[in-house]
């Protein structure tokens, strides 16, 4: 009887001993758990006026591995009734100890009516199960008037200058440098134009003198000076001869002025009428004779050689020639380079005035609005 007791009081010990330890592993495990995540919350200020704004911070720390979901707010959504939340910072992520990982957001928080709020538990879960916050509160007060003595009041204040800010400025500044600088290598560039005189290039039409014109006006005035009845036969004869020649360099192209008369002689037989030639020989050789050996010719002589030399311009005159002629000028390497370099200057002296206005234009704009 005695054995049985003692059996039944060590069996019930052992059960009490078994739902003990049942006990205080369930207890350790909630309480590891409950260690691996851990929500905190604070505010900056539990006390703001009327539309003032206070910061909520809210911090989770949990076991690396684990999945994290925070509240969402939009913008002005109440978090409780009376109080908006304003905006939400990006989440901040901190490495810790024993891969423990530390997240932390900050929610700006306003209110427009006095009172004293209560702020509920921020609820967070990781891994799907919810974690909360502790509770907080924000008191709202306005802002005290002392109507007793409203003498105190003042006036609105003036609209008040906003401060200089460099990088308002910064680049309205610089802007306004380079368009000096602009302007500097403009006038530069202009007055490298002035130092570059220009090479008048142009194209000129004078009024042509054909050649039996020519040589018709010589012997016209041959004939006003009277110089068939002068004694002197010598210039009579050089002038006649002289004429001739010049009729001959410029009607048939070769250089008569410089050749003698049999030479002349020659190179038209090569094209004219023998017989025209055989006068103009004529003609030639009297003239040799009185320039050069004194002979002494006959008025009647001469009246002769001036009809044949007027013949033969006759015979050999061109009609129906240009009566105007062309002249392009010649121009020289340099004048081709001085050329190209002003046409160079004109054209960048153009691009920066149209760089300039635009510049102007936006220094000025930039200068309005910031005024």
Known sequence: MDETMKLGTRNSDNVWLRWLLVFCGAVITAVSAFAQVQVESSIDSIQILIGEQAHLTLQVSYKKGHSLLLPQFKPSEYITPGVEVLEMSDADTAQLDNDMIRVSKVYTL?????????????????????????????????????TLHPENFYPPKDVQNNPFLWSEWSDVFWLSVLLVLLICLTFYLCVCLKGNKPVIARVRIIKKVLPHQRAMDEIEKIKADKMVASEDQKE??????DTLRKYIEERFGFSAMEMTSSEIIARLQEAEDKKMID?????????????????????????????NAIAF???????????????????????????????????????????????????????????
């Open 279 to 307: 006068e103009l020989r004529e003609l030639f050789t009297t003239a040799d004779l009185v320039k050069f050996a004194k002979y002494k010719s006959l008025i009647n002589e001469n009246d002769a050689n001036l009809v």
């Open 110 to 146: 306003t209110s427009f009516d006095e009172q004293l709020y209560y702020l509920p538990p921020i609820t967070i879960k990781v891994d799907g199960k919810e974690y909360s916050s502790k509770n907080l509160a924000l008191k709202v007060l306005t802002i005290p008037v002392d």
């Open 236 to 241: 009579y004869y050089t002038r006649l001869t």
């Open 313 to 371: 311009i006759n015979t050999t005159k061109q009609e129906n020639q240009p009566t105007t002629e062309r002249i392009e000028p010649v121009l020289t390497e340099k004048d081709k380079r001085s050329m190209r370099s002003r046409i160079v200057l004109k054209v960048a002296i153009a691009a920066l005035f149209v760089v300039m206005v635009i510049l102007l234009i936006y220094v000025l704009y930039r200068i309005y609005l910031l005024f």
